[in-house]
């Protein structure tokens, strides 16, 4: 559980300003719905994140190792993004 502070607060677990979000990891639930019934925090939703996923793409199988220079995956090097491209499809 989150709460967001209202109003400053001292107490044995510290002294938090206002705007201050505490956790129960740090201070007792109890201590933290004691808070929020006095009406001196209110409560933080969670957020969840969720990770795009990337489709690999042409670039990833071309490394760029310095100098304007690309390795292919066959390790052939090759000078200039769009030659090590062309070199990867074929063209």
């Given at each position: 559980m989150k709460i967001k502070l209202t109003a400053?607060?001292?107490s044995p677990?510290?002294?938090y300003p206002a705007g201050a979000?505490?956790?129960?990891?740090?201070i007792p639930a109890q201590v933290l719905r004691g808070l929020?019934?006095?009406g001196y925090a209110v409560?933080?939703?969670?957020r969840t994140v969720e990770r795009a996923t990337v489709a690999p793409t042409e670039n990833a199988a071309i490394?760029?190792?310095g100098g304007g220079i690309y390795e292919l995956p066959d390790g052939e090097r090759v000078?200039?993004?769009q030659a090590a491209l062309?070199?990867?499809?074929g063209r």
């Open positions: 400053m607060s001292c677990y510290g002294t979000v505490l956790s129960d990891e740090l929020l019934d006095g409560p933080v939703k969670e490394k760029h190792v000078r200039g993004k062309a070199a990867l499809t």
